[in-house]
C-alpha cells in the first residue's frame, strides 16, 4: 500500500500539471484567436499582427514613405527639386500625354518592401487594401471627380501565369471599390513581353516598350476620362505607351495612380 502513495500522488501531480499547461495552452489559443490574425505577418516588417491591424502592422502603416508635394505634374512622381513643376522623364516630351497623377509611396524603404511583398509575396489582398489608401490620394485631386473608369496596366500572359495574379488588378479594384467607379480588368492588353526596363538608357526603354499595349474594345474607353493603375513607376514609360494606347482608342483624358515612384 505504502508503495502505492507515491504513485497516487505523482499520478495527481501531474494531473494538475497536464490541466495547467493544458489551461495555459487553452488561454494561448484563445489570445492568438482573438488578439491575432491567424497566420498573419506584416509584409513590411514580418512582425506578428494583431486583429486590429488588418495587412499592416500600426507602426509599418504609420511611417510609410508617403509622396507629399512636389510632385511631377504630369505622372505625380516626386520630385528632388523645388521650384520645378515637372520631372526629368515628362519635362523633355512635346507631348507627355499623361493628364495628371498620384504617387502614394516613395519607391524605398518600407515603400519598396511593401511593392515587394505585393508583386512576390502571394499576397493579392494586400493590393485591394493599398488601392484603397491610394484612393484616399487620388480624391485630394482637383481632376479626382472628372474620373470615369478605372484600368490596370497588364502583365503579358507569360508573366501573369508564373506569378498567378497581377498586383496592378488589385490595386486597381481597391481604387475603383473606394473612388466608387467602374473597373474593367482588361481595358489593355499586352501584345508582346517586353525585357525587364532596368538597366536599359532612357531611348532603349521608349523603343523597347514602343507598341507593347492596345485596348481590347475601343467602346470600353472613347470619350472617358480614365484612371490608370500600375505598382511602380520609374521612368513612366510604361504608363505612357498605355495611356498612348488608351488615346489612340479615344479616351478623352488618362490620369495615373501608381503605388511607389522612384525620383
Ligand atoms: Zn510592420
Ligand atoms: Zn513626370
Redesign the pocket.
Known sequence: MNGAQPSNSGLKCMESSMSESGFRAGVKAFLRETLFLPNGV?P??K?VLFRTESY??E??AQSLPRVIMPACKYCGKPLSEKGMDFCGDCGPLRDPVLDGGVVWLHYIGSGQKLVHSLKFGHLPQLGSWIGRQMAEAVKEKDWAEKLELVAAVPLHEKRLEERGYNQSDYLAAGLADALNLPYKREVLKRLYDTPHQIGLSREERLVNLTGAFAVSQEKNVAGKTILLVDDVNTTGSTLRECAQALKRAGARAVYTAVCAGAQ
Open positions: 506584416c513590411v516588417c512582425k499592416l502592422c507602426r509599418c
